[in-house]
């Protein structure tokens, strides 16, 4: 007969001794004291253990005779510092950087001098002399360049100084008049002066009166006028490049040449007078001219040489013609006789209006 097997019930009470037991094991465990954090009980039954008292004691400082006898072996391995905690700025100031020991100035040594080696002797550089031959040349040719208001230098000879008288036949708004007139032209030096005068009779008189040096190429004005009833003059300023005039009327440029409207014909007396084969028929002389209200430039065509009738003589004269260019331009004709030294025998004026002032020389 087998022995019967134990009924469940009788098996169930060893299980659940062993649960009660694994249970009060792990209440022991969490409630002893020697934990990190955790405190003693009130009712303390159990001594401290040595263990305990191990762990909580800090060691002694060391002091630097003790740290002295420590062994060899202690006193080669470095011990890890603790890392400083970082104080808030406010709290803790930053101390200043230890400065490195002073070192011993180093005494200087004194070398030998470095041994003196004999450059070869250099020929001797002759000094160099300016070029007078250039220089003299320089200051030459800047003493040769005319100002601004001046050409390049042109044969000019004035005629001689003399007063020309001439018969003066006009025709005024179609009513024709004999007038009388005269020349008088003057230099002395590096100066001259033109007066023009046609007398009218008791209707009064013109008068034209240029002034000014004799340069390089020829005249030079400074002052032209012009008078009937009022005085109005231009005024050449070399030195500002400018015609001024007292009419009030806008300032000209002063160009090299440049001549007023009596000047004109004594500097083409001077032109024709030093080289009088370098004129033939067909050539052109451009001069700026200037009035006493403004101006502008004179071209005058070589006509070639004329008889003209003065006095009942004929006398052989360079003929000349300056053509109108603009509306109210005037048409001007003159004579330039070799035998008087080129001076004008004749000058001829038709304005635009069909005004006509004619002049010819009395006593050739």
Known sequence: MSPSAPSPRLLRWPLLALVFGVLAAHAWLLAAPWLPGAEAPATAAVAPRALQTRTVNLPAPVTPAAAALKSPLAAAVPKSRPRPSAAPPSLSPLAPPALPPEEPAATPTVQDPAPHVALPDLPDTPAVEPDVTLASAADQ??????????APPVPFEPPASTLLRY???????????????????????????????IDAGFLGSRTQTSEGRIGRNGLHPRRFAEKTRSERAAHFDEDGQRIRYSANSPDAPLLPGHQDRLSVF????????????????????????????????????????????????????????????????????????PSLGHLPVRMRIVQANGDVADQRLLAP
């Open 167 to 197: 018969e003066v036949k006009v025709e005024f708004r179609g009513i024709p008049q004999t007038l009388n007139g005269s020349l008088d032209w003057q230099h002395t030096g590096d100066r001259y002066r033109a007066h023009m005068v």
């Open 266 to 337: 004594m500097q083409l007396a001077g032109l024709v007078h030093a080289r009088p084969g370098s004129y033939p028929a067909g050539h052109t002389v451009n001069i700026p001219t200037s009035g006493v209200r403004d101006s502008e430039t004179w071209a005058f065509v070589v006509k070639g040489t004329e008889n003209t009738r003065l006095n009942g003589s004929e006398v052989p004269a360079l003929h000349l013609q300056r053509l109108p260019r603009k509306e109210f331009d005037s048409r001007v004709d003159v004579w330039l006789a």
């Open 141 to 150: 040719v800047s003493a040769a360049s005319p100002p601004p208001s001046e």
